[in-house]
């Protein structure tokens, strides 16, 4: 995973299940969480910071997910939640230096395009993320915001608005 380093747990024959499947889940959604996180905290430190909370938070309640879609829908709104409880925190919200997207991105053009989503407001930016950088449908997007999918829709057509001016700048 890029900006995180990666986790690896003792494995025991006598460990906890619980820890044993940490790995597994970190694997599997460990990425997607950090680009969460760090799409609400534009901060990597921080972004890593908030993804070892929410394991902690999973090896200490141990929810029963019924499938990977309640587990992963869980996670992302931990994620979202974690973000949230540490800019609260925080209170000062820390601007995203261009070299930090750098390390996110493949090409210029893809540096310039996150750090116009970086700049949105929080409420369209998260949105944005979620349905276009990740790929969740607008009613997967509405589950994890705990908003409206007509909500979604909103908040993606106002972001597509705010980066208008940037496309047209970039001449894609």
Known sequence: MKGAETVRFKKQESADPAVQGLEEIYDRYGALLFRVCFSELQNRQDAEDAVQEIFLKLLRRRPVFSDSDHQRAWLIRTAVNQS????????????????????????????GFLEEVMGLPDKYRLAVTLHYLEGYSVKETAVMLRISESAVKMRLSRGRELLKGWKEDSHV
């Open 84 to 111: 949230r409880d540490q800019l609260r925190r925080r209170k000062v919200r820390l601007a995203v230096p261009l070299e930090e997207l750098q390390e996110y991105a493949l090409s210029e053009e893809e540096t």
